[in-house]
């Protein structure tokens, strides 16, 4: 029997792309329903990897988590593509974004897309600073930090306005006490640990988009555990991030 679900917008992944959007429209007020084809890993959902495991003596045990749990080939295959066997990728809430660095270099004006002018590009940065709570200074103070930015910028000379030498701006922040790198839950739940109108459902893999007149409708989906299990999801808008 297939199993109903409706919500005014449904979100195709738990990454950077759909926990933002997510996030977004259920700060608004909609009702978001976001679908990951991975399993949830940690709690609260969404968090980055190092969040919970913090420690000092946890930085080896960390990277036996990612490698032997968190990263598989693309789609959970058994092996690599082709020749690619270091091309690996992470299926599960909060996604790549689970375990990422937190490394926010401000781009260069030549690094932006063409259809938009570099200036226009200014308030949609500013929103990604404070959504992501992205801090300039890279986290860094004191003596010694100040003393090799020092040294970087005799090193390399010369730059332009704008861009000079300068700390790597770094998306985390302190709460209680202790360095929180953003991650999914942060752009979900907005410092909440849960939404009522925000769900997130895991082990459920996307397979179809439903479309009446070319206007997506709504989707069709299966348990990754169960793949007999089928799933319906009508929405009146469809968010795909990839």
Wanted: charged content about 25%.
């Amino acid at each position: 029997m297939t199993q109903q679900f409706q919500a005014d917008v449904a979100v195709v992944g738990s990454g950077a792309g759909g926990s933002a959007v997510a996030g977004e429209l259920a700060a608004a007020g909609l009702d978001v329903l976001v679908i990951e084809a991975g399993p949830k890993w940690f709690d609260p959902l969404g968090t980055h990897v190092r969040n919970v495991y913090s420690s000092e003596a946890d930085l080896s045990r960390v990277g036996d988590i990612i490698y032997g749990e968190m990263l598989s080939y693309p789609s959970g295959a058994d092996a690599p593509i082709g020749n690619l066997k270091d091309l690996k990728v992470a299926h599960g809430t909060g996604g790549m974004f689970a375990l990422w660095m937190g490394n926010c270099p401000y781009p260069d004006t030549g690094e932006l897309p063409p259809w938009m002018n570099a200036a226009d590009w200014t308030p949609y940065f500013d929103r990604a600073l404070a959504l992501m709570h992205i801090d300039q200074a890279g986290g860094g103070e004191g003596k010694m930090f100040e003393a090799l930015l020092e040294k970087t910028r005799k090193a390399i000379g010369p730059r332009p306005d704008g861009r000079e030498v300068r700390p790597m701006p770094f998306a985390a922040r302190r709460v209680d006490g202790k360095l929180k790198i953003t991650a999914s839950d942060e752009l979900f739940f907005r410092g909440a640990r849960s939404l009522p109108n925000l769900r997130v459902m895991s082990d459920c893999i996307v397979g179809e988009v439903i479309a009446n007149r070319h206007k997506a409708t709504g989707l069709r989906a299966v348990r990754r555990t169960d793949r007999n299990e089928p799933i319906e999801i009508s929405a009146d808008t469809i968010v795909i991030s990839g």
